[in-house]
Every structure is written in structure tokens, then in C-alpha cells.
């Protein structure tokens, strides 16, 4: 099913998302729900955040539309030494382009749809739509980002 996705200001996008705890047909019917709504959306990458879920859960596109990954409960474990600048956008964000820095490598710890853990690796774009979705996740949207960034002051 198609949910709606909430647009930033919202009260959702200032708390961290709980870990999911249950690994059952709730947990399933969300990833399910999440899948659609991202590719309705033509997107790479949707937090359950978005849709008004409190649960530390993404998916993402592989970039090339062939696999869609279920992240529950990720966590990066290691960054490479390289920065990538790219331009985002996000569904929660309407008709909003920033460009930000990110790290070109990471590797993240998650668990599967059966509560098992397993380590992926991502590099490039996909790094970056991980970060990206990992951010949303902490109750951070692009916005949010470029108005810290644009407060600070170097002396």
C-alpha cells in the first residue's frame, strides 16, 4: 500500500526513531508498504520516518532499479577516508536541492527482515542515500542540515 508521505516541518522529523524490536508481519507489512511508497515516489531511498512510522527501518533502491535493500535498525560501523559533495533532494522536502558532503564509503551494521545481523558495504551515490536516509532516521532532513551549516560562523 501507497502511504502518505509527511513533508517537513513535523513534529516526526525532531525524534530519533526507535529500534524495532519485533520482527514480525507488522515489520513485513511496513518494509511492504515503505517498497511501494518509494517507487511511487521514484526515489532511491524512503525512512519510515517519512510515512509517520517512529522505527529505525529504510529501504533503498540499488541505483539500478535490479534489488531493494531492507535496513532495520542500521548503524554505520566504518567510514572510508573520502568526502563526495552531491546534490539531494528528499520526498519530505518538496522542490528542495542542497548540495552536501558525505562519505564516499561506509560500511553499516543492520538487521534483516528476520532479526539476523548482517554488514553491507556502499560506496558512491549509494553511500550517500544511506547517509541520507540514516539522517532522516535521527530526525534530520536536508533542511535541517543546510540551516545548521549556513549558522556557523568561521573567525
Do not use: W
Amino acid at each position: 500500500m501507497i502511504r502518505d508521505i509527511i513533508q517537513h516541518p513535523n513534529e516526526a522529523f525532531s525524534k530519533v526513531a526507535n529500534l524495532v524490536t519485533d520482527f514480525d508481519d507488522g515489520l513485513a507489512e511496513l518494509v511492504n508498504d515503505m517498497k511501494d511508497t518509494m517507487v511511487n515516489g521514484s526515489s532511491y531511498g524512503l525512512a519510515a520516518t517519512q510515512i509517520g512510522v517512529n522505527k529505525q527501518v529504510i529501504v533503498l533502491s540499488d541505483l539500478v532499479g535490479d534489488e531493494i535493500y531492507v535496513l532495520v535498525n542500521p548503524m554505520v560501523t566504518q567510514y572510508g577516508d573520502h568526502v563526495v559533495k552531491y546534490e539531494e533532494g528528499c520526498l519530505s522536502v518538496k522542490d528542495y536541492f542542497v548540495e552536501v558532503t558525505r562519505f564516499a564509503d561506509i560500511v553499516v551494521t543492520a538487521k534483516t527482515m528476520d532479526g539476523e545481523d548482517r554488514e553491507y558495504e556502499f560506496h558512491g551515490p549509494a553511500a550517500v542515500n544511506v547517509q541520507h536516509q540514516l539522517d532522516l532516521l535521527c530526525g534530520v532532513t536536508i533542511k535541517d542540515k543546510t540551516a545548521k551549516l549556513s549558522n556557523l560562523k568561521i573567525s
